[in-house]
């Protein structure tokens, strides 16, 4: 069983930074597409981005477009969600997903194992 544990969340002003990371604890890492979804109280669950096995594609929610920038390193089996310019809007749990294959897919039934999340919180 695939496990994901993310961390780097934490408390923010707008307009600052956080970078997150995800380790996916399994050997396997490289054969998988690596998703960033997030879930604000009240609201569904957003796609945030996504990048392919081979970190050649990457792809973004209109929402974070020029602000997040997803990377990963195949080496320590960790996808990386570096945030700038944060909102309140932001404000959110952060979770990461993996899906075996090289498509990358904004539908978060595509992706197979998911972690616990982590929580950003951005004050105004």
């Known amino acids: 069983q695939v496990q994901l544990v993310e961390s780097g969340g934490g408390a923010v002003q707008a307009g600052g930074s956080l970078r997150l990371a995800c380790v996916f604890d399994?050997?396997?890492?490289?054969?998988?597409?690596m998703g960033w979804f997030r879930q604000a109280p009240g609201k569904e669950r957003e796609f945030v981005g996504a990048?392919?096995?081979?970190?050649?594609?990457?792809d973004y929610g209109d929402s974070v477009k020029g602000r997040f920038t997803i990377s990963r390193d195949n080496a320590k089996n960790t996808v990386y969600l570096q945030m700038n310019s944060l909102t309140p809007e932001d404000t959110a749990v952060y979770s990461c997903a993996a899906r075996r294959g090289r498509l990358i897919k904004r539908d978060a039934n595509d992706y197979n194992y998911w972690g616990q999340g982590t929580q950003v919180t951005v004050s105004s």
């Open positions: 990048i392919s096995w081979s970190a050649e594609r990457t």
């Open positions: 399994d050997s396997t890492f490289s054969e998988y597409t």
